[in-house]
């Protein structure tokens, strides 16, 4: 179980990881509001130098001292707002590169002290968006958004407040264009929060299934297997693209009208329709009109910049509160007292488990698996067999009870130790992109070519391995294509050179044919020698030769014993056989028929 967050655990987060560019928040802030006030003060020069010398058309006397003092606050103007721009935008660039790289690293140093039932119950493509896509939309926050969104407010406030003291009626009609836009604006934000958790979630089912095709399209067209592969990518790819159409068809009237509304053919039209209507019917003159259209002209296109900036924040908001949670995540915590495991016992002394906290799937649970034995855990789906399993190698801790390998209590045994002592071998096979004696060395980055190779023979897959053109140097997924029964002995190998004295099998023969079935029991009896061997089958026939079978249902172990005594019994494990022997018994070959 993880605990739940408090508010005060996601401030200290979130200033935690923010803590490291506040200074060059600060900077860029600074920097954005001065360059944005900067650059409406040439507009605003150009304004004053017609006001002083269109006069001079009717013989007024032109001051050229303030001629000269307008030219040069412009020009020191303009630098300033191009300096000040400039050097937002290096400082801001400068910071994003300071934060994606600390983010990046505490990301990968939280990621190693999280439980490993974190990962088991996530999806790649969920743990990539959080490592790339999360972290740079941080980068439009502070190398970009910060600057446009004050841009888009300090040069609307500046020029709207001159308008006012030029000419307030000039101003009123400037404002028309935004006070539209700010009415539409609620009618194309309309349930905008829900889209954007809906596009999200989309997003990372598309991300999610984008990964595991590309990583197993070698594979799955070696074995004439595209099509099923496909459909998962296709079914992301169909409800991401029906979400996107269906969110842009109900937006699309208002965003089209906000669009025309703020262009600048639309609002110089409306500008000098107004301007025209003063000068001819309320005593303005053509110089009373030229603030309007200079600086009104340039109210709307900072506003629909915001509009881009708004979607970008909401982003950042999204990415910062995933991260804010991910830091927030409890990480495994070390023994104070380490214990070393004396034995390859595992016993599970009423242990009790639940992933929320509240709705318990596993109750009670007492077993006791000894050493140089096979214990089978089977039972229906959700019955909790999995999840018993995983509490070995310490995926999860326990809510109640105990979960002890060699008299120690899983919780006090060091990590290091704790999996020098567990091997496990997934029901979804992970392999390297490399080759395949550093895929089965994996555990053992010392071992030596003799023990790699002794480890891929006892899982019977060196045959296989040495069939490749280049052996043990050939790369998966490149010139090594390997079916789901001959990844799981790769695996095997794996957990044997480990040479972990307690193993936990999930789903071992799960992608085997019959021919790997075979190979991979007669490795698990290598496997069993001198070791605890914890394994989770539903073909049932593969763990007929356990020592011992606990039946699990709804959390609880509800018969225990051989298979021999189990059928003898005449409980749930004989009607599962007979039900499993029945549906099975045309696809299995002879020889494991029985």
């Excluded at 004439?224 to 996107?244: I, K, L, M, N």
């Excluded at 599970?348 to 488990?353: K, L, R, S, T």
């Excluded at 959700?382 to 018993?388: I, Y």
């Excluded at 509490?391 to 130790?417: C, H, K, M, N, T």
């Amino acid at each position: 179980m993880m605990p739940n967050m408090t508010a005060g655990d996601h401030a200290a987060v979130e200033e935690s990881f923010l803590v490291a560019v506040k200074g060059s928040l600060a900077a860029i802030i600074a920097l954005a509001v001065l360059g944005a006030a900067s650059s409406v003060i040439p507009f605003i020069a150009i304004v004053e130098l017609a006001r002083t010398l269109l006069p001079a058309i009717d013989g007024a006397s032109v001051d050229a001292g303030r001629v000269w003092a307008i030219v040069l606050v412009a020009v020191v103007a303009l630098v300033v707002s191009f300096g000040a721009a400039f050097l937002s935008g290096v400082v801001g660039h400068f910071a994003d590169a300071e934060l994606q790289h600390s983010l990046r690293r505490r990301i990968i140093r939280h990621l190693q002290r999280l439980p490993l039932g974190w990962f088991d119950r996530r999806s790649s493509g969920s743990v990539r968006k959080l490592v790339e896509n999360d972290v740079v939309a941080l980068h439009q926050l502070v190398a970009h958004s910060i600057q446009d969104v004050l841009t888009a407010i300090t040069v609307p406030a500046i020029s709207i407040v001159y308008l006012f003291v030029v000419d307030w009626r000039m101003a009123l009609a400037a404002l028309v264009p935004l006070v539209l836009i700010f009415l539409l604006y609620p009618l194309m934000m309309r349930g905008a929060g829900e889209k954007y958790i809906q596009y999200d979630a989309a997003t990372q089912a598309l991300s999610g299934a984008t990964v595991e095709f590309v990583q197993g399209i070698a594979v799955v067209k070696r074995f004439g297997q595209v099509g099923r592969s496909h459909r998962r990518y296709r079914d992301a790819t169909g409800e991401y693209s029906r979400f996107v159409g269906e969110w842009t068809r109900e937006t699309a009237v208002v965003f089209t009208i906000v669009e025309l509304i703020a262009s600048p053919i639309v609002v110089l039209a409306w500008l000098l329709v107004a301007g025209v209507w003063l000068v001819a019917n309320a005593g303005a003159s053509p110089v009373d009109v030229l603030p309007g259209l200079l600086l009104g002209l340039g109210l709307t296109a900072p506003l629909m910049k915001l509009g881009a900036s708004g979607q970008f924040l909401r982003n950042a908001t999204k990415a910062q509160q995933s991260l804010t949670e991910f830091f927030a995540l409890p990480s495994v915590t070390p023994p104070d007292a380490p214990q070393t495991p004396q034995g390859h016992d595992v016993d599970f002394e009423d242990a009790a488990f639940s992933y929320d906290g509240e709705h318990r799937v596993l109750h009670e649970v007492a077993a006791s698996c000894a050493p140089g034995t096979v214990t089978a855990l089977v039972g229906a789906s959700g019955s909790g067999k999995s999840t018993l399993a995983k509490l070995v190698p310490r995926f999860y801790d326990v809510d109640a009870g105990e979960v002890g390998i060699g008299g120690a209590d899983v919780r006090q045994v060091a990590s290091a130790e704790l999996y020098r002592q567990v091997g496990f071998v997934f029901q979804d096979v992970q392999l390297l992109r490399a080759s395949l004696r550093d895929n089965i060395r994996l555990t053992r980055p010392d071992a030596s070519d003799e023990e790699v190779e002794a480890a891929a023979r006892a899982a019977q897959i060196h045959d296989r391995i040495v069939r490749f053109e280049h052996g043990y140097d050939a790369v998966v997924g490149e010139d090594a294509n390997l079916s789901g029964g001959e990844a799981q002995r790769v695996t095997i190998a794996r957990a044997l050179l480990a040479d972990a004295p307690i193993l936990v099998l999930d789903e071992a023969t799960a992608f085997a044919d019959p021919d790997s079935e075979a190979a991979i029991q007669l490795a698990l009896s290598t496997l069993a020698a001198d070791r605890t061997v914890l394994v989770i089958a539903h073909r049932l026939h593969t763990i007929a030769g356990a020592d011992q079978i606990l039946v699990l249902d709804a959390g609880r172990i509800i018969e225990r014993g051989t298979h021999a005594e189990l059928l003898a019994g005449g409980g749930r494990f004989a009607q599962m056989w007979a039900d499993y022997q029945a549906n099975h018994a045309r696809s299995l070959p002879e020889g494991v028929q029985s």
